[in-house]
Each structure stands twice: as structure tokens, then as C-alpha cells.
């Protein structure tokens, strides 16, 4: 079946230094790349997303590139603070029906 | 507005037990899930219902069943409960399962079963 491979699980990084989390996925004809941020007890919630159309999307301290060819896409957070610290998610989707969610990453920023 | 509302926050239950957990949207999507989330393996769906009057499985589906009651609300309820199925339940919604957009969560039941 469908797959999304998500790297690392735990990443541990000093607050102000920059976390990258890569995945990939299987499936060719996913067309939207959405981050979710799971704070502890909490819900996902969307952080950053980014359509087949575009390779890059930036949003202040976040941006997302996507490699389509290679099926790769990561997030990148720069200049981390101690309220990063969370659950990253990341998925591929065709539509709200085939959504394939990673297994997520446990960012830890220290301060 | 208070988005997408799920009931019970926490449940115990023996294996074998039965319930039923509610979940409510206020935001007019025409498309409700439920998944599941356990420790390394992420969000995985259960059931969908794309529209008022539909439901199809997902991944994982075995041991659950689901009732969308109308466009607001979506249900999901183990029959018979076992240890396998303690997890935290997520429902979410989206304006059309058929188009690629944001989930919107509700904010999770954590089930157990003894």
C-alpha cells in the first residue's frame, strides 16, 4: 500500500539552532504535502503546506521544500525556541480520503 | 466556533464492553474522519464519510463501526472492545474528502482497554 517514511523519529537540537525533517512518499500522484504540529495532550494542527505545483514555501521561522521527482519533502525551522518543542507529522495526500500521515517526529529544543 | 468537538475526553473499558464516541463540527464540512493514534505509527484512519449519508473504511477499520447522523456529526463505536484497540481517538473534518486541504481536529479521546 500507500506509504509515507518520516526521518528522524526524535530530533533533540539547542534553542536557535535550525531542525530539518525529511519524508517521502510512495504514492505518485499525491498532489499536497501538509505539516501538523502536535503539542503534548494535544490536537494536530496545520502548520505549513505546500502543493505539487511549487518546490519551496516559507512562512517566517518555517518553510517546506518538496522534490517531486525524488518524491522527498522536508521541513525546515529555523532559529528553534522552546515552544517548537512538539510532534511534527507530516502527510501526503490526494484528498481528505488519502491522507498518509508519517509517524511522526519528537522535536526537543533545549534552551 | 468551536470547530470540531469530540466526546468522551477519557474512557476505560473492559474487554468486551461497547461504546460510542461523538464527534460534532460546526464549520459546514461536508467530510468527516476518525483515526487512530498509536505510540510510532501516526495518524491512521479508520472511517470516512465524505458526505451526509456516506461512510466507506480506511485503513484500519476491523473491530469499529461508524454512523454519520447528519452533515454535523459523525460517530464511531467498538462493538465489543479488546486491549488492541486502547489508543487515542482522533475525528476531523474537511470541506470535501475529494479535494487536498487542512484536517481540522477535534482535540482527541484516549481510550483504554483493560
Known amino acids: 500500500g500507500e506509504n509515507v517514511e518520516q526521518h528522524p523519529s526524535t530530533l533533540s537540537v539547542q534553542e536557535g539552532d535550525s531542525a530539518v525533517i525529511k519524508c517521502t512518499y510512495s504514492d505518485s500522484a499525491s498532489n499536497y504535502f501538509p505539516w501538523y504540529k502536535q503539542e503534548l495532550g494535544k490536537r494536530p494542527q496545520l502548520i505549513i503546506d505546500?502543493?505539487?505545483?511549487?518546490g519551496e514555501k516559507k512562512d517566517q521561522r518555517i518553510a517546506v521544500t518538496l522534490n517531486k521527482t525524488a518524491k522527498h519533502f522536508s521541513l525546515h525551522i529555523t532559529e528553534t525556541q522552546p515552544e517548537d518543542s512538539a510532534v511534527y507529522f507530516c502527510a501526503a495526500s490526494t484528498g481528505g480520503f488519502k491522507t498518509i500521515f508519517g509517524a511522526g517526529t519528537r522535536l526537543f529544543v533545549k534552551a | 466556533n468551536a470547530g470540531v468537538t469530540q466526546t468522551p475526553k477519557f474512557q476505560v473499558l473492559k474487554t468486551g464492553q461497547s461504546m460510542t464516541l461523538q464527534c460534532a463540527q460546526d464549520m459546514n464540512h461536508n467530510s468527516m474522519y476518525w483515526y487512530r493514534q498509536d505510540p510510532g505509527m501516526g495518524l491512521r484512519l479508520i472511517y470516512y464519510?465524505?458526505?451526509?449519508?456516506?461512510?466507506d473504511k480506511g485503513e484500519v477499520p476491523n473491530g469499529y463501526n461508524v454512523s454519520r447522523l447528519n452533515k454535523r456529526e459523525f460517530s464511531l463505536r467498538l462493538e465489543s472492545a479488546a486491549p488492541s484497540q486502547t489508543s487515542v481517538y482522533f475525528c476531523?473534518?474537511?470541506?470535501?474528502?475529494?479535494?487536498?486541504?487542512?484536517?481540522?481536529f477535534g482535540e482527541g479521546s484516549r481510550l483504554t482497554v483493560l
Open positions: 505546500i502543493r505539487s505545483n511549487v
Open positions: 476531523a473534518s474537511d470541506r470535501s474528502g475529494s479535494l487536498s486541504g487542512e484536517l481540522f
Open positions: 464519510s465524505a458526505s451526509e449519508g456516506t461512510t
